[in-house]
Every structure is written in structure tokens, then in C-alpha cells.
């Protein structure tokens, strides 16, 4: 068997089909083509066809991932969970979560630091809160203290600012307390500020 062409894929920039013997065998990505050193006339054996078929498969998942985790910062967890939602084998969603983390694109301490200014710059929430959305994306405690250390937001400023944003929503005083209390405010800085005003 051998080679016969690589054509450049119209629909995938930086992808290129493989024929082999003329007709379509598998893709890969320009980086795969390069790290197998392919090219018209190489000579493969059936096992070669099906080994490069796999680097193929794996090419592909890796592919995905790094579209995932370029959308917005991901945490492990997430990058880790969406590979087994795509069947990805253990060794290689390790194996992609290494090569992506040696990128710098996913990096728990990044990701809190990302999460924590992205939401603090969106909307008014207490640093419990903030702790408990990191907690369920399973961030480790002690990166999420880190970066929650780091945060020098003032919590009785910002519950200021949320209920005069929401008190004409919750005109019953329970109501916005509780309302406060779900966005992780403590109960004695929520009454300081609601008997302010």
C-alpha cells in the first residue's frame, strides 16, 4: 500500500486528507501530518494503515478539546469530564489534558483567577458563593482560597450595591433576605445593610 495524495481539506483549515492506494484512508491535522512525516509514495503496511487511523481518531479528539478549552478557560475537571462525554480513552484524556496543560491552557489556578474576575466584573456575589461555584467545578480548596485570598472585594459594598439594585424586585423584606442569603451573603452583613437603608 502506499501514499497516493494528500489533499488540504476545504471544510477544516489545517487538516488534510490521506489517500492511499487513491482512495480516502483517514485526515489528520497538519501538526499529526508533520509529527508522522507522511508524504505521496510512502510505503504502508496494513498494520501502519490501522495504527495511523488511531492517530487519526486520537488527532481528532484532541482537536475538540482544544476548540473547548479556547472557547473560555476550563477547569480540569470540565476538560475531563467533556473527554469522557466524547469516549475518550483514560490513557488519552490524559495524555490531552498533559499536552494542554503544558500549553498553559488549563490550569486550575488560571481558571479561578478567570472565573472569580469574570463574575465579580458581571454581577455583585459574595465570596461564598464564588467558593461553591469553584467547588462544583471541582476546583481544589486550597487554589480556590488562594485566589479567594487574593480577592479584595468588599462584601458589605457590593451587598450595598445588590440591594439597591434589587430592592424594588423584593419589595417584602424576607424576600430579599432570602434572596441575598441563596447569593451566599452572611446573614448579619445582609441585616447590617437592609437596616441602613
Known amino acids: 500500500m502506499k501514499i497516493t495524495d494528500i489533499k488540504a481539506q476545504v471544510k477544516i483549515p489545517g487538516h488534510f486528507s490521506?489517500?492511499?492506494d487513491g482512495k480516502y484512508s483517514f485526515s489528520l491535522s497538519d501538526t499529526a501530518l508533520l509529527e508522522e512525516k507522511l508524504h505521496v509514495g510512502y510505503e504502508l503496511d496494513a498494520a501502519e494503515v490501522k495504527r495511523l487511523k488511531q492517530v487519526s481518531s486520537d488527532d481528532k479528539l484532541y482537536g475538540l478539546a482544544l476548540r473547548y478549552v479556547s472557547m473560555r478557560p476550563r477547569s480540569e475537571w470540565e476538560l475531563r469530564s467533556y473527554l469522557q462525554r466524547k469516549s475518550a480513552p483514560p490513557a488519552l484524556a490524559?495524555?490531552?489534558?498533559?499536552?494542554?496543560?503544558?500549553?498553559?491552557l488549563v490550569d486550575d489556578m488560571k481558571f479561578a483567577r478567570a472565573w472569580v474576575e469574570s463574575r465579580r466584573l458581571l454581577r455583585p456575589t459574595s465570596k461564598r458563593k464564588l467558593q461553591q461555584?469553584?467547588?462544583?467545578k471541582r476546583v481544589n480548596d486550597e487554589v480556590i482560597q488562594q485566589e479567594l485570598a487574593g480577592d479584595e472585594t468588599d462584601e458589605r459594598a457590593l451587598l450595598r450595591e445588590l440591594v439597591a439594585?434589587?430592592?424594588s424586585r423584593y419589595p417584602d423584606k424576607l424576600k430579599l433576605m432570602q434572596y441575598l442569603a441563596r447569593q451566599g451573603f452572611s446573614y448579619d452583613d445582609i441585616k447590617a445593610v437592609i437596616d441602613e437603608g
Open 133 to 136: 461555584e469553584l467547588r462544583a
Open 165 to 167: 439594585k434589587k430592592r
Open 94 to 104: 490524559d495524555q490531552i489534558l498533559s499536552k494542554l496543560s503544558k500549553l498553559n
Open 18 to 20: 490521506i489517500f492511499v
